[in-house]
């Protein structure tokens, strides 16, 4: 039997690019990898992107995938880290809709943070929807029909949301809690 938290197999898509918030992504990647999990980063654009430390170039990670070669039926799970760049960069890609719609349309888990859920916006998937994100983007989600939270990490389902850097450890520990059911239905079908 497989033990708590046990993310072995699963398979994370993390849609991201440049000017994305660095540890938005890292914080995350290593909770999920130290657990199993295999994250892939997929970007408009394959090769190197750059992150962000607030206002500063910050880090860089390789975009395995581009939107156009990546499909969400090879994924378990989404992470899309925030960034005001990164997030209004991502929102206008046709192919991150629509990989966002399906993962959402399949009932996998989504885990977002900051600016991230700008995304979920364009994709027409936050109206009915709880959720928090960076204070700026509040009107957003409302406006989109969601149902915005000042709360450092909000569970809605599928899917768990967190404000800001300053959340992430209450973010990882939930995004683990939240992969791992996801992870558990994938055991339980196979």
């Given amino acids: 039997m497989a033990e708590k938290n046990d993310l072995h197999g699963l398979r994370v898509a993390c849609l991201l690019t440049d000017g994305f918030e660095y540890v938005e992504y890292d914080e995350p990647r290593k909770a999920l990898e130290e657990v199993g999990a295999r994250v892939t980063v997929i970007a408009p654009q394959k090769g190197e992107r750059y992150g962000m430390k607030h206002h500063d170039k910050h880090g860089t990670v390789n975009a395995e995938f581009t939107l156009d070669d990546a499909d969400a039926a090879q994924f378990d799970a989404v992470l899309l880290p925030g960034g005001a760049l990164n997030a209004d960069a991502l929102r206008i890609?046709?192919?991150a809709q629509e990989f966002v719609r399906a993962i959402d349309d399949a009932g996998k888990p989504i885990a977002v943070i900051c600016h991230g859920p700008w995304l979920l916006v364009s994709a027409d998937l936050a109206d009915g929807r709880t959720i928090t994100s960076y204070k700026t983007i509040q009107d957003d989600l409302?406006?989109?029909g969601a149902k915005w939270v000042d709360n450092e990490c909000v569970r809605d389902g599928n899917w768990v949301s967190s404000r800001q850097p300053a959340d992430i450890?209450?973010?990882n520990r939930e995004m683990?809690?939240?992969?791992?059911?996801g992870a558990a239905k994938k055991r339980d079908a196979a």
């Fill in 142 to 144: 409302r406006n989109a």
């Fill in 93 to 95: 890609e046709p192919k």
């Fill in 176 to 181: 683990v809690k939240l992969f791992s059911e």
């Fill in 169 to 171: 450890p209450a973010f």
